[in-house]
């Protein structure tokens, strides 16, 4: 399998379909998948993928901002959540993760906004 490591970036096999800018997670098997709402999860797709593709994932710990998906329209500086699918909101569900701060507002549902993921409120934990 061909792989690389670039500061910040690391690519995996996708172990099932995943949307560009989706939260993934890690399989037991090394492989990456799309995030639910109570995962806990390494970063952000670089690029849509289905199961057995290579992709490319800007890890949370690499710094700097990163583009996520939304759910919901939420407003330019709000902390956002982990939701299923891959996205995030800014509603705090009891299974949730506290992600980062939403850069700029989402207005519907599958809006791509920029979010500044921080290790505090639990991102890179």
Sequence with gaps: MSQFFDVGYKSFEADGTIGIYERVKLDSDGKVTQAGLADRC?????????????????????????????????????????????????????????????????TADGDVIEVLPCAGLGAAN
């Design 42 to 106: 390494i970063g952000v797709a670089c690029k849509a993928a289905v199961a057995g593709e290579n992709i490319a994932v800007a890890l949370y710990a690499k710094g700097g901002t990163m583009k996520m998906v939304a759910v919901e329209a939420l407003a330019a500086g709000a902390v956002v959540y982990s939701e299923a699918a891959g996205k995030v909101q800014d509603t705090a569900a009891a299974t949730s993760y506290p992600i980062g701060i939403a850069m700029e507002a989402a």
